[in-house]
């Protein structure tokens, strides 16, 4: 297991470090697991003048997998756009081509309370959310600010999905659901954006070959509703770019803490790149206080997704929940009663319960 190891910026560099405690556990008993380090982000922009460094490239591109912390800070909020951390971000998933991200949102019983709706609306919530991570509005040319003739200035962007990126993703949506509750629903903004019923059209066509699994379609406002209404409602959540960002944050806090939320992102070979999915959060670096479980629980879907050992994702899965169970909490997901510890404490009660 070649992995890729990209700690990158903020609390990006504690929690990987946590996350790299569990793989070399997992290597002391007999895993044959192989790490190198690389720069991406501001890390990569302050080592090589580039948020996505050639080195960090090359070294992707022969992982099987790559961890990713996190990426931005304030000191680089002022580069122009082509040197920011989060470029960096997009050409990484672009560059492996890992177009189906999968970011599950998931309650743990000992969790309940943390989340922000009440109890009964999220206990036992167990959502998927497909997003696609290499079209739309991200990444579609034209975009820039122009000057109009009437001398207003104007920025623009640019939406497009074409045939090919909405079937292999939406297969991959039919192939989850499958091993789920074969429901999917699938998001856009069909009642407004061309792109979105051509989205409809497509996802429909791929749905004839998955007769088993019950597809609905939603606005994506109406989505946005649902999941802080009914969130229990959605297996399946299949959607674009762009109203897969928007609403991954919103299902994170159904279940407590964004601090709790992995990520998967692959290519049509399940070779991928792990990463939470939270943020730098530059305002809590450095101080041992960041939750490291989202990335912990990302080496659990790259042990599920990448190398095909669902073995040892359910046994950090379930280390994690031991964890949970002996009240251990980062403030994040604190509640009185519980124990509250750090970061690298966290880790170590992980490492200690695997
Ligand atoms: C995410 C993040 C990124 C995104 C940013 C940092 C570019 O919000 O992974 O959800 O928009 O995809
Ligand atoms: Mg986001």
Not at 73 to 96: A, M, V, W
Not at 135 to 144: C, E, K, L, V
Not at 181 to 195: E, G, H, I, P
Not at 212 to 237: C, G, T, W
Request: hydrophobic share 45%; aromatic share 6%; charged share 25%.
């Amino acid at each position: 297991m070649k992995i890729a190891v990209l700690p990158g910026d903020g609390i990006g560099t504690e929690i990987v470090a946590q996350a790299v405690k569990v793989l070399e556990a997992l290597r002391s008993d007999g895993l044959k697991i192989e790490l190198e380090y690389a720069h991406i982000g501001g890390a990569g922009y302050d080592a090589a003048g580039d948020p996505f460094p050639a080195a960090t490239e090359k070294l992707v591109l022969a992982s099987d997998a790559a961890l990713l912390g996190a990426v931005g800070g304030y000191q680089y909020d002022t580069l122009p756009r082509e040197l920011r951390p989060e470029k960096g971000l997009l050409r990484i998933r672009k560059t492996l081509n890992a177009f189906a991200n999968l970011r599950p949102a998931m309650v743990y019983p000992e969790l309940v309370n943390a989340s922000s709706l009440k109890p009964e609306l999220v206990s036992g919530l167990d959502i998927m959310i497909l997003r696609e991570l290499t079209g739309d509005i991200y990444f579609g040319q034209p975009r820039g600010i122009r000057t109009l003739e009437n001398g207003e200035r104007q920025g623009f962007d640019t939406m497009h999905y074409s045939e090919s990126e909405i079937r292999r993703v939406a297969h991959v949506g039919f192939q989850i659901a499958m091993k789920r509750n074969k429901k999917m629903c699938s998001v856009d903004k069909a009642n407004v954006l061309d792109t979105s019923m051509f989205w409809r059209e497509i996802v429909t066509d791929v749905a004839k070959e998955y007769p088993l699994v019950e597809l609905s379609h939603m606005y994506v406002d109406n989505a946005a509703m649902q999941l802080v209404r009914a969130p229990k409602q959605f297996d399946v959540i299949l959607t674009g770019n762009i109203f897969g960002d928007i609403l991954s944050d919103e299902a994170s806090m159904l279940t407590g803490s964004i601090g709790m939320l992995p990520s998967a992102s692959l290519d049509a070979n399940n070779k991928g790149l792990y990463e939470p999915c939270h943020g730098s959060a530059p305002d809590i670096a450095g101080k041992d206080i960041a939750n490291p479980l989202a990335t912990i629980l990302s080496v659990a879907m790259m042990m599920r997704y990448t190398f095909a050992r669902e073995d040892i994702a359910q046994r950090i899965e379930a280390a994690v929940r031991k964890v949970l169970q002996q009240g251990l909490r980062t403030g994040d997901i604190y509640e009185p009663g519980m124990q509250k510890i750090g970061t690298i404490a966290m880790g170590d009660a992980v490492v200690a319960a695997l």
